[in-house]
């Protein structure tokens, strides 16, 4: 397996242990700007992209203007994940996402974002699986770290693989104000698509942990 890791926080441990044979980190920046319309040689040397934690995406890429809570977004990353993630898909490449990577997906194939959700980042907590995926079976509970502010509401072409097993928030906010949420999403696939990812980070987490094993299992069915 070939993984190409989009520099932000660092992604690579998980691949490691899945015996990638190559594992090469950039910065979007500096990959983007070669892909044309025709094919790109680096980036089609890549069995799956994984893009990585980092900064609050632009509330622009889900139609959005940002409250005082949302991170000033990092916006030539943006663009150039932007580009990455189009060109993939047009070309059957698969993606994962790590936290921000997971929301930028959401985002891009059509769904929205929780700008915030009050005192759930920074806890440890137990997320429940509301679909079955490898040895998980729907109903199943594991605990995973937190350290996101921001929550993803998938568009009808993403399942919910895991929420948060009780709502860590209780205040959600977006830009017209206090808001709702249904669930808070912690794991999402998107079967079509050949995309997939988690909130919480696998890479700061042993081998053995559940939520380690859980990205792997995404990892293992986005790219079948």
Same mark, same amino acid.
């Given at each position: ?50 893009f990585s934690g980092g900064t609050d ?31 993939c898909q047009k070309n059957g490449i ?7 990577? +997971? ?20 806890? !440890? ?27 993803? +509401? ?5 399942? +919910? ?12 906010? !977006? ?40 990205? +792997? ?8």
């Amino acid at each position: 397996m070939r993984v190409l890791c989009l520099a932000g926080v660092s992604c690579e441990s998980p691949f490691e242990t899945m015996g990638a044979t190559t594992i090469t980190t950039r910065r979007a920046a500096s990959v983007a700007p070669s892909i044309a319309n025709a094919r790109d040689a680096f980036l089609d040397s890549f069995d799956i992209v994984c893009f990585s934690g980092g900064t609050d995406i632009s509330p622009s890429l889900y139609g959005q203007q940002p409250i005082g809570e949302t991170q000033h977004p990092d916006a030539q990353r943006d663009v150039a994940e932007f580009k990455i993630f189009n060109y993939c898909q047009k070309n059957g490449i698969p993606v994962v996402g790590i936290c921000r990577g +997971l929301q930028l997906i959401t985002a891009l194939t059509g769904g929205q974002l929780i700008q915030h959700a009050e005192n759930h980042g920074g806890v !440890n907590h137990p997320v429940k699986f509301t679909e079955s995926i490898g040895k998980y079976k729907k109903g199943d509970v594991i605990r995973v770290n937190s350290c996101h502010h921001q929550m993803c +509401l998938p568009a009808e072409n993403g399942v +919910l693989l895991a929420v948060s097993h009780q709502h860590h928030s209780k205040y959600y906010f !977006n830009d017209k104000g206090q808001m709702a949420a249904p669930y808070e999403a912690e794991a999402i696939i998107w079967p079509s698509l050949k995309a997939g990812g988690v909130q919480w980070h696998p890479e700061w987490m042993q081998e053995s942990a559940e939520g380690h094993q859980v990205f +792997l299992e995404i990892v293992r069915e986005v790219m079948k």
